[in-house]
């Protein structure tokens, strides 16, 4: 495969080699690895960024409607916007992102989107790193907004909000009771609540939750990274396509202030920090998995069995053995 030809086409958007770039970069064969790597290095100076957006909320929240009309909306305003997935079930379900992608029909025939289903990899760890990489394809091809959906499910928000710009936590109206069922950990990721279905009969729900919310970021943060009257919690209907406008103003109106006091390039540099790191774990990690040091690591397990070895002793054998190798 032509690295350089393949570079030039995703920088002129070309989507079919956007879609085999990231098939590329997916794939676990190990020369493909290096191909993959090889050809985000080239396209490292490109200069392009796009807005990068995490959205998470549970199952039945409206993920997928809102993402088909929300990225409606912005094609509609003359951008062009791609959608990943993170979607750590997918391994084991066939992708439940894939089944959305035939659901998403209109964004899917808009020349200005691009939707991409979740990498099917049996661990988040490599279904995250996986689409990190896809959302610097995606801004490499000039993509103006990269949408990266994930479920509300352990890690995956964690992971999804380390290669955003801007994670936007999506729910349901709600008793007034469930405010409780939030984790904090992600009340205090998210930059930007919006309440969903707000319309007929759930719609004085949606704005009594919405409200509820906002006092509760109110009171429960204040980050550096926000300036004043955020984060904002406010309330949508993706099925209506209501309240898309007010939403997209104040994503903007964070970024542009992020972007102008610093923050916005001290948090990407602080995420390509994040994600070496995790780049040098996995790799670590992975030489433990080759034949020899599987042979290694059960002869050394059955001596520490046998009482043979002390455990640290045996432990420091190993890693010394990795090292040589
Ligand atoms: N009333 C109302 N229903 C909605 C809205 N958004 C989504 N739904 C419905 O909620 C259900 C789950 O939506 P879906 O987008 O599949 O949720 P996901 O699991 O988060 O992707 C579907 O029946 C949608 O029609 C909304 O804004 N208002
Ligand atoms: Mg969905």
């Known amino acids: 495969m032509d690295i350089a030809q ?3 086409r995703i920088v002129k958007g070309d989507r079919r080699a956007l879609a085999r770039a990231i098939t590329l970069i997916e794939s676990r064969r190990p020369d493909h690895r290096e191909t993959a790597t090889e050809l985000l290095d080239s396209l490292r100076g490109t200069g392009r960024q796009a807005m990068r957006v995490g959205l998470s909320g549970t199952p039945g929240v ?3 409607t ?4 929300f990225g409606m909306y912005l094609t509609g305003q003359g951008l062009k916007v791609a959608v990943l997935a993170v979607d750590p079930s997918s391994a084991r379900s066939g992708g439940s992102i894939l089944g959305d992608k035939t659901r998403m029909e209109r964004l899917s025939r808009d020349p200005r989107a691009f939707i991409r289903p979740s990498p099917s990899q049996s661990q988040l ?3 995250a790193r996986r689409t990190r990489e896809a959302v610097s394809l995606c801004e490499a091809a000039g993509f103006d907004v990269v949408l990266i959906e994930t479920v509300g499910v352990g890690q995956s928000e964690t992971m999804v909000a380390e290669m955003a710009d801007l994670f936007v936590l999506l729910l349901a109206p709600a008793g007034g009771d469930e405010l409780q069922g939030v984790k904090r950990g992600i009340m205090e990721i998210a930059d930007m609540i919006l309440i969903n279905k707000a319309d007929g009969d759930l719609k004085a729900a949606a704005v009594r939750t919405c409200a ?5 970021l109110r009171l429960l943060r204040k980050r550096p990274q926000d300036p004043k009257g955020f984060p904002k919690a406010m309330t949508v209907s993706a099925l ?9 103003h ?5 970024t542009d202030w992020r972007r102008e006091n610093g923050f916005f390039d001290t948090r990407r540099a602080e995420q390509a920090r994040y994600w070496f790191g995790e780049e040098v774990r996995h790799a670590l990690l992975a030489q433990l998995e080759t034949g020899a040091a599987r042979a290694e690591m059960a002869r050394l397990a059955e001596a520490v069995a046998e009482g043979e070895i002390a ?3 045996a432990a420091r054998e190993m890693v010394e053995t990795l090292g040589r190798e």
């Open 212 to 216: 509820d919310y906002a006092g509760a």
């Open 311 to 313: 455990i640290g002793l």
């Open 240 to 248: 209506e396509e209501a309240g898309f406008e007010p939403a997209w």
């Open 6 to 8: 393949l570079s030039e």
């Open 66 to 69: 809102f993402i088909e009309g």
């Open 250 to 254: 104040e994503m903007q109106a964070l």
């Open 62 to 64: 409206g993920k997928s």
């Open 125 to 127: 760890g490599g279904v």
